[in-house]
């Protein structure tokens, strides 16, 4: 069994976070205050579906290569109930980043974003974007928001606290 993780998941690890963040920061501070009818935000939405997108992209590509790689052994820190919650933390991980992918591709057609934003229809676009999978995508958001720093949390925990060299499983630096 690896001692780390290969250098393809580690580099998917990596750019994926930057995606993520930048895409929550894009949805939740750029996108979130700036209003429907300021022409600006067509560029802004551009950007953030077409990030939205990639991540969905990359997103798939990592299950795979996950799936069909080896892996080191799951963070062991003596506590059953622990050690658990990190496995199904990553696994939910994934699921919000499908879910809000999936929701912001509903929220985007469902609004005729597509042909408005890409497709140079001249459109407006809507006063707001309403509709449950546009909640969905916030409160998924959210949740996203609120595991990352988890996720970091636990990080830091197991380099500086515990000591245990986990950071090194998925360092680029080989």
């Known amino acids: 069994m690896p001692t780390r ?20 920061f ?12 300021d022409p600006g935000k ?25 799936w069909r790689s080896a892996a080191p052994p799951h963070a062991d820190i ?12 990553h696994w939910v991980l994934y699921a919000l980043v499908f879910i809000m992918a999936v929701s912001g591709i509903v929220t985007a057609r469902g609004a005729d974003l597509p042909d408005i934003v890409f497709g140079g229809s001249g459109a407006p676009l809507p006063d707001i974007f309403t ?21 970091i949390g636990a990080a830091i925990y197991h380099q500086y606290v515990r000591k245990d060299g986990l950071l090194a499983r998925m360092s680029l630096r080989r």
């Open 131 to 151: 509709g449950s999978a546009r909640t969905l995508h916030g409160i998924t958001s959210t949740a996203l928001i609120v595991l990352i720093i988890g996720h």
């Open 78 to 89: 003596g506590n059953e109930i622990l050690n658990k919650a990190g496995v199904w933390a």
């Open 42 to 66: 067509l560029f802004s939405l551009s950007l953030h579906l077409s990030l939205g997108l990639a991540i969905l992209a990359l997103m798939t590509l990592r299950v795979i290569v996950r």
């Open 26 to 37: 894009g949805g939740k501070v750029l996108l979130a205050n700036t209003p429907n009818s």
């Open 5 to 24: 993780y290969s250098r393809t998941l580690a580099t998917l690890h990596w750019l994926l976070a930057l995606m993520i963040i930048g895409a929550l």
